[in-house]
Structures are given as structure tokens and as C-alpha cells.
């Protein structure tokens, strides 16, 4: 048995996911999708100070998990957010952090 397995399928999806955003490299790649609306990979790596190489590796990832999608046009290929799956990773999280901050715990106020 896989130790991942113990855990249910929701915590096991937000963990994947967590792990994909957690490089800021990736979470910028994101936002110039989202200022963009759509763009080709070359243009990612022109506005980052990022191989396209390194672009191409982080865009996979971001694929693998459906954050975004590509449409091949010739030899590029453009890519554009996937609103969808923004939305379901996003009430995941509401969801998961809504538990912990809705519990009255006697901890101390040294939280920063």
C-alpha cells in the first residue's frame, strides 16, 4: 500500500495540486495566463526571466493537473487558463481552510 493511500481522494487531489503552484515560477506563469487571457509559450518565456525550456516543464505540470490547456496552432501552441478547474481547486481550498479557522482554539495569540 501507497502511505498516500490512507488519505482520502480529496486530500490526496489538494496535495497534487498544492505541490504543482507551490513553485513561483509556475504561480507567475499563472498570473501572466490571467492578465493575458491567452498567450503562446514563447511569449511566456520572453515576459519571465525563464528559459523556454524551463517554461515548457512548468507549463506540462500545469497541464498534468488542468490548470491550463493548449491549442496547437502550426508550430506554436497557445495557452489559456482553465476557468473550470480554477474554480474547483478554489472552493477545495475554501473548503479545507473553512474547517480550521471555524474552530475556537485556546493556542495563545503568538500566531503570526
Known amino acids: 500500500m501507497i502511505k498516500a493511500e490512507v488519505?482520502?481522494?480529496e486530500l490526496q487531489e489538494l496535495a497534487k495540486f498544492t505541490k504543482v503552484i507551490s513553485h513561483p515560477a509556475r504561480l507567475a506563469?499563472?498570473?501572466?495566463l490571467a492578465e493575458t487571457k491567452t498567450c503562446i509559450s514563447g511569449d511566456i518565456s520572453d515576459s519571465l526571466p525563464l528559459s523556454r525550456s524551463t517554461v515548457s516543464q512548468h507549463l506540462k505540470d500545469l497541464k498534468e493537473v488542468g490548470l491550463?490547456?493548449?491549442?496547437?496552432?502550426g508550430l506554436k501552441i497557445n495557452y489559456c487558463l482553465c476557468n473550470s478547474t480554477l474554480v474547483k481547486y478554489k472552493q477545495m481550498f475554501d473548503d479545507f481552510f473553512k474547517?480550521?479557522?471555524s474552530i475556537d482554539n485556546n493556542c495563545g495569540t503568538n500566531c503570526k
Do not use: W
Not at 68 to 73: A, L, N, S, V
Open 7 to 9: 488519505f482520502s481522494t
Open 29 to 32: 506563469i499563472l498570473k501572466y
Open 68 to 73: 491550463i490547456h493548449g491549442e496547437i496552432d
Open 99 to 101: 474547517d480550521m479557522t
